[in-house]
């Protein structure tokens, strides 16, 4: 969680809205590192600074690993197809998110929802 990350009240602050307008906007394959930076008034230097020195990733990484987490979870806790979870995470590929989500997990999406 967060607070693992930072202890100061800003920063918590920062990464609670980042992740929040993230969450709220998953399923928008358009969401990207642009809309982020307009969401949180920074500049895309601002924002990747901030990012990378809290988190460690960039602002596109960033977007691109709560959707995945984000796809993990559907994979394991719905009925959906995998087709159907990569828009749903906002991807507008289903190869993209496959080849993608491979590298994430080590796993295909099929064979993470059967682990």
Do not use: W
């Amino acid at each position: 969680g967060i607070e693992h990350i930072t202890k100061d009240q800003r920063d918590k602050d920062f990464l609670i809205g980042v992740t929040r307008y993230i969450e709220e906007n998953i399923t928008d394959y358009k969401l990207n590192v642009n809309s982020l930076c307009k969401n949180m008034t920074m500049s895309r230097t601002m924002l990747t600074e901030k990012l990378k020195g809290l988190t460690g990733y960039t602002p596109r990484e960033f977007i691109e690993m709560t959707r995945f987490k984000y796809a993990a979870v559907l994979l394991k806790e719905s009925d959906m197809t995998i087709s159907e979870i990569s828009y749903e995470a906002g991807f507008n590929s289903q190869k993209y998110f496959s080849s993608r989500f491979r590298k994430q997990f080590g796993k295909t999406p099929s064979e993470y929802r059967n682990s």
